[in-house]
């Protein structure tokens, strides 16, 4: 009964139900601007960083420091890039011509079912010795719970490195990176 009346609320057949990309037949929405699209993106984003981070650390739990490039679906607004890329990590920036050179975290694929989440996101690995590609690429599908609070991961699931399917890089304009260009920062 609960499910169904966040699922119902006025005005909104489809509220809190989303499929990126979109699922051919299917009439849920495919809004990624719309919330909690942004919020569930950036949760598991940030898990996903912290847990894989774009470069070594040497100590267990510390927090890399190196920036790290975010390859966002194509129809999100500068609103929702520049919101998930401040909100992820001081050191993230939006996939630009200027950022497209450093480790890129990829958001293939987002599901939204009320109070349930899923976001699959490509990782660079960078830690292999003897790459025969670089970077090779792993898949993270991140389950999500939230809605009422914050959204927070209650699983992960990782897919063999090098088998993933990488996105096209989704390049937005330098100004919609909050964190300011890549080029500045050298």
Same mark, same amino acid.
């Given at each position: 009964?609960?499910?169904? @009346?966040? !699922?119902?609320?006025?005005?909104?057949?489809? %509220?809190? !139900?989303?499929?990126?990309?979109?699922?051919?037949?299917?009439? *849920?929405?495919?809004?990624?601007?719309?919330?909690?699209?942004?919020?569930?993106?950036?949760?598991?984003?940030?898990?996903?960083?912290?847990?894989?981070?774009?470069?070594?650390?040497?100590?267990?739990?510390?927090?890399?420091?190196?920036?790290?490039?975010?390859?966002?679906? %194509?129809?999100? @607004?500068?609103?929702? $890039?520049?919101?998930? *890329?401040?909100?992820?990590? &001081?050191?993230?920036?939006?996939?630009?011509?200027? #950022?497209?050179?450093?480790?890129?975290?990829? $958001? @293939?694929?987002?599901?939204?079912?009320?109070? %349930?989440?899923?976001?699959?996101?490509?990782? &660079?690995?960078?830690? !292999?010795?003897?790459?025969?590609?670089?970077? !090779?690429?792993?898949?993270? #599908?991140?389950?999500?719970?939230?809605?009422?609070?914050?959204?927070?991961?209650?699983?992960?699931?990782?897919?063999?490195?090098?088998?993933?399917?990488? &996105?096209?890089?989704?390049? $937005?304009? +330098?100004?919609?990176?909050?964190?300011?260009?890549?080029? +500045?920062?050298?």
């Amino acid at each position: 009964m609960l499910a169904g @009346s966040l !699922l119902a609320l006025p005005g909104c057949p489809t %509220a809190g !139900l989303v499929n990126y990309p979109e699922i051919p037949g299917d009439s *849920i929405s495919n809004s990624v601007n719309n919330p909690p699209v942004p919020q569930v993106v950036t949760a598991a984003l940030e898990y996903t960083v912290r847990r894989f981070p774009p470069a070594p650390v040497r100590t267990l739990g510390e927090i890399s420091t190196e920036p790290f490039a975010v390859n966002l679906p %194509a129809p999100m @607004s500068k609103e929702s $890039v520049t919101r998930i *890329i401040q909100d992820c990590s &001081p050191h993230a920036r939006a996939l630009t011509e200027s #950022s497209k050179s450093l480790p890129v975290y990829h $958001v @293939s694929r987002i599901i939204v079912r009320g109070g %349930a989440a899923t976001v699959d996101i490509i990782r &660079p690995v960078l830690t !292999l010795p003897d790459q025969p590609t670089n970077p !090779l690429y792993q898949g993270v #599908s991140v389950n999500l719970r939230g809605l009422r609070g914050p959204w927070t991961v209650t699983s992960i699931r990782q897919f063999p490195v090098g088998s993933p399917d990488v &996105p096209a890089n989704s390049i $937005v304009p +330098e100004d919609w990176d909050p964190h300011g260009n890549v080029s +500045e920062e050298k």
